[in-house]
């Protein structure tokens, strides 16, 4: 089947602009990860959705950041006013269950740019 | 496209011995760099180590060294004195050089018995 998508491929703001950037998981995939990639650096975690439990949003740098996901579906990350430093790559995964443990599939990510 | 294959979904060694993950990709480019991530329960990912492509000699960090072979496309990660804080997943990835978009194997999990 599919593999996850994500939405916009890239995106480009002004600075204190909202942007919504969507990730869609495999289907049945319980758990979804949100990753940021600054160039050159690795990846940052910074939110995990299992089912239906809170999410783990200890990853989160600041509270600007926010995401959802209903159910076990599409997933949201939403960042407010945003910043220049915010200017990265999004990367979206999805696996069955377990978290971590279990294979994570990435998206192709969304790259943002603040001016 | 670009893709990276990592052919052993989950692999287990004894501490202190030594262990190889195996990573193969596919590319037309020239000059892209390859890494080795390692995601711990904390989930946050790890580069453990990274090669660029236009260098032949293999990149190493302490316990970790790589072996990459760029005509074959394979870039394989070795684990020396394995140690019980190495159980993590590990990921494979590639970029290309002018590109920052990084495309990720599918892991290996990697258990230490103690």
């Known amino acids: 089947g599919a593999g996850v998508s994500q939405s916009p491929s890239n995106k480009v703001t002004e600075k204190g602009k909202d942007v919504e950037l969507r990730c869609d998981p495999i289907s049945g995939h319980t758990a979804l990860y949100w990753y940021r990639q600054r160039l050159g650096q690795g990846l940052e975690f910074l939110i995990y959705f299992q089912g239906n439990s809170a999410p783990d949003k200890s990853g989160l740098p600041s509270d600007r950041f926010s995401a959802e996901r209903t159910g076990e579906s599409v997933s949201t990350l939403t960042i407010q006013r945003t910043q220049q430093e915010d200017s990265a790559v999004y990367l979206c995964?999805?696996?069955?269950?377990?978290?971590?443990?279990?294979?994570?599939?990435f998206g192709p990510g969304t790259r943002l740019t603040v001016l | 496209a670009q893709t990276v294959t990592q052919s052993q979904p989950e692999m287990s060694v004894q501490e202190a011995e030594t262990v190889t993950l195996s990573c193969t990709y596919d590319?037309?480019?020239?000059?892209?760099?390859l890494f080795w991530y390692k995601q711990p329960p904390s989930r946050q990912m790890i580069l453990v180590i990274r090669q660029e492509a236009y260098k032949q000699q293999n990149a190493t960090e302490n316990r970790f060294s790589v072996n990459f072979q760029k005509a074959a496309k394979s870039f394989s990660l070795k684990i020396s004195d394995s140690q019980l804080g190495d159980a993590a997943m590990y990921f494979c990835?590639?970029?290309?050089?002018?590109?920052?978009?990084?495309?990720f194997g599918k892991g290996t999990r990697l258990h230490i018995l103690p």
């Open positions: 995964a999805s696996s069955w269950t377990s978290g971590y443990l279990d294979t994570q599939y």
């Open positions: 990835a590639y970029i290309e050089g002018r590109d920052d978009k990084i495309i």
């Open positions: 590319t037309s480019e020239s000059d892209y760099y």
